[in-house]
């Protein structure tokens, strides 16, 4: 194989040169932050509400499920009050303007709302559940949900998170770093089939081993960067954690993306040559197929362990390969990962095709 060739998954190259750390960007590596992050926490805390008709949730509510599947939000009764209403919200904090209402439901009728509630339903297994049943995931799906029971005289609510499996990867310009403003970040990652990535995504990816040098977009409007190997050039001695620059201006500002993609209903494969990119195009269009998007082929990376150990073009023009079981003849970095040859000229005659169908 041949080209210059970057690392795109675990490492990568840049200089950010302004940057703030505490507690929260450092990630409670240490056991004094640690301590002290709790006791605010505690400090600050109300008690919880003892709940007289809803179950308590388990000490930490999470469900998983990925991208296209079905899940269930569990919320029990354990007794009833004479009238009452259920109301399932999804918790935006950024949100401005009404709540994310996702449905209301009475003893006679059903009422779904907004872009989620098509997909909604009460499970009703038997006549204490309000749980809320899920179907055909999508990205935007994750996130904090309430269980709220409404009777007009002691209100009372659960909460729980639901958790997206899947991946993040950064995202560059093929005109070069720090390209993008935060809606062109979106833009750049709904293009190949992701959306930008939460904090807590990303600080999931860190704990999985991303280490990258270049800050992206974010989600909520900030702009962080992983780092597991300290290196000069990428924040010097600091420790390892989310170096962040904080909230930045939406328009003016340009950086990476951070993207976060699930898995897809597809597969990606590997057609063998020598093709420009128009060749790739075409030889995808043979097998029925078109070349795969940046997301779909780290998807398949990640939830099928794809492994392919030559260079193939992709439907942004560039070229990457993904690698799940490392070796010194494909790239001879030790770690997996999507690597890439960034964007060639599309007139070059180097590589096969990914292609997604």
Same mark, same amino acid.
């Given at each position: 194989m041949t080209g210059h060739l970057h690392l795109l998954n675990f490492t990568g190259a840049g200089r950010a040169t302004v940057f703030r750390m505490n507690c929260a960007v450092i990630l409670l590596l240490t056991s004094g932050c640690f301590t002290w992050s709790s006791a605010v926490y505690a400090t600050n805390r109300a008690a919880p509400k003892k709940l007289k008709y809803l179950i308590d949730p388990p000490v930490y509510a999470e469900v998983i499920g990925r991208r296209g599947?079905?899940?269930?939000?569990?919320?029990? +009764?354990? #007794?009833?009050?004479?009238?009452?209403?259920?109301?399932? #919200?999804?918790? @935006?904090? @950024?949100?401005?303007?009404?709540? /994310?209402?996702?449905?209301?439901? /009475?003893?006679?009728?059903?009422?779904?709302?907004?872009?989620?509630?098509?997909?909604?339903?009460?499970?009703?297994?038997? #006549?204490? =559940?309000?749980?809320? $049943?899920?179907?055909? $995931?999508?990205? @935007? =799906?994750?996130? #904090?949900?309430?269980? @709220?029971?409404?009777?007009?005289?002691? =209100?009372?609510? %659960?909460?729980?998170? $639901?958790?997206?499996?899947?991946?993040?990867?950064?995202?560059?310009?093929?005109?070069?770093?720090?390209?993008f403003t935060f809606q062109e970040a979106k833009e750049a990652c709904t293009d190949q089939d992701g959306i930008l990535a939460t904090y807590d995504q990303l600080y999931r990816a860190w704990t999985e081993g991303l280490d990258w040098c270049n800050a992206g977009w974010l989600r909520d409007g900030t702009v962080h960067y992983p780092i597991i190997r300290p290196r000069p050039v990428c924040g010097g001695e600091l420790l390892p954690g989310i170096r962040t620059y904080g909230p930045k201006d939406k328009n003016r500002d340009r950086f990476d993306a951070f993207c976060f993609t699930s898995q897809t209903s597809g597969s990606v494969f590997y057609i063998s040559g020598s093709f420009s990119f128009e060749q790739a195009e075409h030889a995808c269009k043979r097998q029925f197929a078109e070349l795969a998007l940046v997301g779909q082929l780290y998807a398949a990376w990640h939830f099928q362990n794809y492994?392919?150990?030559?260079?193939?073009? +992709?439907?942004?023009?560039? %070229?990457?390969?993904?690698?799940?079981?490392?070796r010194r003849r494909c790239g001879g970095l030790p770690e997996a990962g999507v690597r890439s040859f960034g964007f060639p000229s599309k007139m070059t005659h180097l590589y096969g095709a990914y292609c997604y169908r």
């Open positions: 599947g079905n899940v269930t939000l569990p919320c029990m +009764l354990k #007794t009833k009050p004479n009238y009452y209403k259920v109301k399932w #919200t999804k918790l @935006e904090p @950024e949100r401005v303007g009404p709540e /994310n209402i996702i449905m209301i439901s /009475n003893a006679h009728a059903f009422k779904p709302y907004g872009q989620v509630g098509p997909r909604a339903s009460l499970r009703n297994a038997h #006549t204490m =559940d309000a749980s809320l $049943l899920l179907r055909h $995931l999508q990205l @935007e =799906d994750g996130g #904090t949900y309430r269980c @709220e029971l409404i009777n007009g005289i002691e =209100d009372e609510s %659960v909460i729980m998170e $639901l958790r997206i499996e899947g991946v993040v990867f950064p995202y560059q310009s093929k005109n070069g770093r720090y390209q492994d392919q150990c030559d260079g193939g073009w +992709l439907r942004d023009g560039s %070229v990457r390969f993904p690698i799940s079981n490392p």
